[in-house]
């Protein structure tokens, strides 16, 4: 991970965490090479820094302040390792330029989605694995290892990314409420922050996978 300091330095660090969803959601939304919009023109993920301003569907620049990144293995890469999935949305396949071209994204990236859907008004984020059709999105078992990342903003928002919106990352629910050494052990892994405080109030609510699905479903 990289993050800003408190007095706005770079640093860096690597933790060692649990292989369990709460932990890898927080390093997994992009696969390398995605490009995301920032105030200097579009950038690969893999070569953004915190201190940089990203351009967000909320009509902001907002400053990266913590990327981090994580690896995902094919099955059976090694032992008592479990392989993790990606997502590709091919071109067009939410509507005329989204994404353009191919998006691929990691197991914890969430959708923006606008105006009504389902019993939900205005905007909410929804997990992109939900809406794998096998068709125009289409879940991906990599055959080598492949760094993912996920971007923390100063304010949370929805970053651009080949004319789709995600969401930079939020815990969503707090943490604090599964004992103190959990919450602890999962603050580690954002040393900028001193509290669950510091991710600030979301952009837009979540909708889990039912709601999603019941949605669809009409």
């Given amino acids: 991970m990289s993050y800003l300091d408190a007095d706005g330095q770079i640093e860096t660090a690597t933790r060692l965490a649990p292989a369990i969803p709460d932990y890898e959601e927080a390093f997994s939304a992009f696969a390398r090479g995605t490009v995301i919009a920032t105030s200097d023109g579009p950038v690969a993920v893999e070569d953004l820094v915190p201190g940089m301003q990203a351009l967000t569907a909320e009509d902001r620049c907002e400053t990266i302040t913590w990327i981090g990144s994580m690896t995902l293995f094919p099955p059976r890469a090694m032992r008592g390792m479990h392989g993790g999935t990606l997502t590709r949305i091919t071109a067009d396949a939410l509507g005329i330029g989204r994404p353009m071209p191919d998006l691929v994204l990691g197991p914890g990236a969430k959708l923006l989605l606008r105006s009504r859907f389902g019993d939900r008004a205005g905007a909410v984020y929804a997990s992109a694995q939900t809406f794998v059709d096998g068709v125009s999105i289409i879940e991906?078992?990599?055959?080598?290892?492949?760094?993912?990342?996920?971007?923390?903003?100063?304010?949370?928002?929805s970053l651009r990314a080949a004319g789709?919106?995600?969401?930079?990352?939020?815990?969503?629910?707090?943490?604090?409420?599964?004992?103190?050494?959990?919450?602890?052990?999962?603050?580690?892994?954002?040393?900028?922050?001193r509290s669950f405080s510091g991710f600030g109030p979301l952009a837009h609510p979540h909708m889990t996978s039912s709601e999603v699905e019941a949605a669809l479903a009409g």
């Fill in 140 to 157: 991906v078992t990599p055959t080598a290892a492949v760094p993912v990342y996920h971007i923390m903003l100063e304010r949370h928002g």
């Fill in 164 to 193: 789709l919106e995600i969401e930079s990352y939020h815990p969503g629910a707090t943490r604090e409420d599964r004992g103190p050494r959990a919450a602890q052990s999962f603050l580690s892994l954002f040393p900028h922050l």
